[in-house]
């Protein structure tokens, strides 16, 4: 099988899945216990908090982990919201977030918060101008992603950052699509808190870590014993924590090289499709897009028969993203870019990963054409563009 959905979930690398492993059979002691078996646990988390602080220049202390992207978020933006209400109830998104922030923001929207969600444009990137007029005195939340997991564009993180920090707002981002995938520098990005996910960059599921820079305060949203300083309390995921900084580490090492030989294999794939195929279009800006990031749009078909084709075919693709998948309507990502609902519909995306071949390139792009030119001969939509 070729695996091309790494935005969905990636596998676990070889060396994490080790490193974790003495953690459940072993090393199994509880992290918050005095004998040596916990404390043994304990180090081991508290060196992958300098793992995971490392990959986005944080300091240690400023690593919460949790369960994940989804938490994280929940975390950060509920977190935030509830500390300072007496301050003000307005809270500033956009309308291409992940539903880990959007479904977030949709919750506070019914209990008494406002929210602005600024339009990305076509290129699916905010305007800092929007961001500007949006803020009133009572902003107390700015929360915007830095990469897109469906179309993979990159916003300008520092440039907001900037203006939340001179505006004195709070600001939050979902990394959990670029971090390991592009340099994320906490401090250069100018961000309050930062969320990433294991899963996302070759690590385990169901763990992710919360930046939260140094004076920052969150209200709690989950309650229990002390853990992670009383932000995610909880007995802690001692494995899942050491696969996640384990992943981070490999990530760190590699960025640079790993980044550059995705987006190789990318670029090629691209320009095949779009040479060879007509009436097939990039979806997202052409060139400030992650490094593993496709996203297409052929005329005249749908998406899903497209992603179901190509698993016939040994390729694990998507369209839209995992999350929406499962219903009807197209991608509120590719809504928001101004598409007309049948070309949202017709949406591949590809995620490279690591483990892809420039040898598989020709295989994916003849799958992709045949896959497509036998779609179209059975769909009406694509005689009327025809004609
Ligand atoms: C996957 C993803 C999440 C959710 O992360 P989980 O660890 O699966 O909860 C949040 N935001 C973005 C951008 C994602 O791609």
Redesign the pocket.
């Known amino acids: 099988m070729i695996y091309m959905d790494h ?1 969905a979930t990636s596998p676990v690398d070889p060396e994490v899945f080790k490193a974790m492993e003495p953690y459940f059979v072993n090393s199994y002691g509880n992290a918050s216990t005095l004998y040596s078996l916990g404390r043994e646990a304990r180090k081991a988390m508290e060196e992958s908090r300098k793992m995971v602080a490392s990959l986005i220049r944080a300091k240690p202390d400023e690593i919460i982990f949790t369960s ?4 994280s ?1 929940n975390i950060a933006i509920k977190g935030i919201a509830y500390r300072l209400r007496d301050k003000g109830n307005h809270i500033i998104t956009s309308n291409i977030e ?1 539903p ?2 959007d479904e977030t923001c949709k919750y506070l929207e019914n209990n008494g918060f406002k929210v602005t969600y600024l339009p990305a444009g076509e290129d699916g990137i905010i305007n800092t101008n929007d961001l500007e007029e949006a803020i009133i005195d009572k902003t107390i939340l700015i929360t915007i ?1 830095h990469a ?2 469906e179309i993979g564009t990159i916003q300008p993180i520092k440039e907001i950052g900037a203006i939340a920090r001179e505006k004195k707002i709070v600001f939050h981002t ?1 990394a ?2 670029s971090v390991g995938k592009i340099p994320v520098n906490v401090d250069d990005l100018n961000v309050d808190m930062l ?1 990433l ?4 960059l070759y690590g385990p ?1 169901g763990v ?1 870590a919360l930046y939260i820079k140094k004076g920052v305060r969150v209200e709690p949203i989950i309650h229990g014993g002390g853990h992670e300083k009383g932000i995610r309390p909880g007995t802690e995921n001692v494995a899942g924590i050491v696969g996640l900084g384990k992943a981070c580490q490999i990530a760190e090492e590699n960025l640079y090289e790993t980044a550059q030989y995705v987006a190789s294999i990318r670029d090629e794939i691209i320009k095949k499709v779009l040479e060879q195929i007509e009436k097939s279009y990039l979806n997202g800006h052409p060139t400030n897009r992650l490094p593993n990031n496709i996203n297409f749009r052929f005329t005249g078909i749908e998406g899903e028969s497209l992603v179901l084709h190509l698993d016939a075919k040994g390729i694990a693709s998507s369209t839209g993203s995992a999350c929406s998948s499962k219903k009807l309507e197209p991608s509120h990502v590719l809504m928001a870019l101004g598409l007309k609902e049948v070309d949202a519909h017709g949406s591949l995306r590809l995620t490279l990963g690591k483990e892809n071949k420039k040898e598989e390139i020709d295989y994916i792009v003849d799958s992709i054409k045949n896959a497509v030119e036998t779609l179209r001969q059975l769909s009406p939509l694509w005689c009327q563009v025809k004609e």
Do not use: Y
């Open positions: 935005s994940g992207g989804t938490e978020d992940h880990a922030v992603m897109n997991n979902d959990v699509q969320s996910s294991a899963h996302k599921k992710g």
